[in-house]
């Protein structure tokens, strides 16, 4: 009996990411619509059964898009990192990467994710499984590296602040206030820079 031919990995050719990109910004411009793999394909100028061929199925076409979406928001973050800074200056850098009114669309695009995503959560699990768990360990690790924290402190506050900058962007986008959201944003960044132990900013 002849042994099966392995699955051909098609989603990380050139033409897959191209269409990858194609598709990032159709939903940065347009939203995630429906969900019609033909809709997206339309958009595209290609067929769902080529978007079927490179990603295997409509779902692995669609979280090939959300992990794109997902991990250009970490890589801005630490594209915002410089060796040596503090954390309560990191934050606020990245506050102001992220509420910028040229990347607040992308936040936005992510929150309408979370919302079908929690709707679906089956379809969306991968999503749903990575999207705190990456930033946490991502966030963790900087603050044991920087802030010598223990791993469970750390990944605590790294869990905190997760939870404050999404909450502020949320709150951004939602009312636009973006005077308020941003005096919150430092306020919560210089409580936070005060070592637990002694109440002093840490070092």
Do not use: C
Request: charged share 25%; net charge negative; hydrophobic share 45%.
């Amino acid at each position: 009996m002849p042994t099966p031919k392995a699955t051909i990995d098609r989603s990380t050719s050139e033409q897959a990411l191209q269409l990858l990109d194609a598709a990032t910004a159709e939903v940065l411009a347009n939203g995630l619509g429906d969900l019609s793999l033909r809709n997206m394909a339309d958009a595209l100028g290609t067929s769902h059964r080529m978007l079927i061929y490179y990603f295997g199925s409509a779902d692995g076409f669609w979280q090939a898009l959300l992990h794109r979406i997902r991990h250009a928001e970490q890589d801005a973050r630490q594209r915002v990192i410089v060796d040596g800074m503090d954390p309560q200056a990191a934050m606020e850098a990245a506050w102001e990467r992220y509420s910028a009114p040229a990347y607040l669309p992308i936040m936005q695009l992510l929150f309408e994710i979370y919302g079908k995503a929690i709707h679906d959560r089956e379809r969306f699990s991968g999503f749903l499984d990575d999207v705190i768990g990456s930033w946490a360990t991502m966030l963790a690790e900087r603050f044991r590296e920087s802030m010598g924290l223990d791993e469970a402190e750390a990944r605590l506050r790294a869990r905190v602040e997760v939870a404050m900058m999404r909450g502020l962007l949320l709150d951004l986008v939602t009312t636009g206030d973006r005077e308020g959201t941003t005096a919150a944003l430092k306020y919560f960044a210089g409580k936070m820079a005060l070592s637990p132990a002694s109440g002093k900013p840490s070092v």
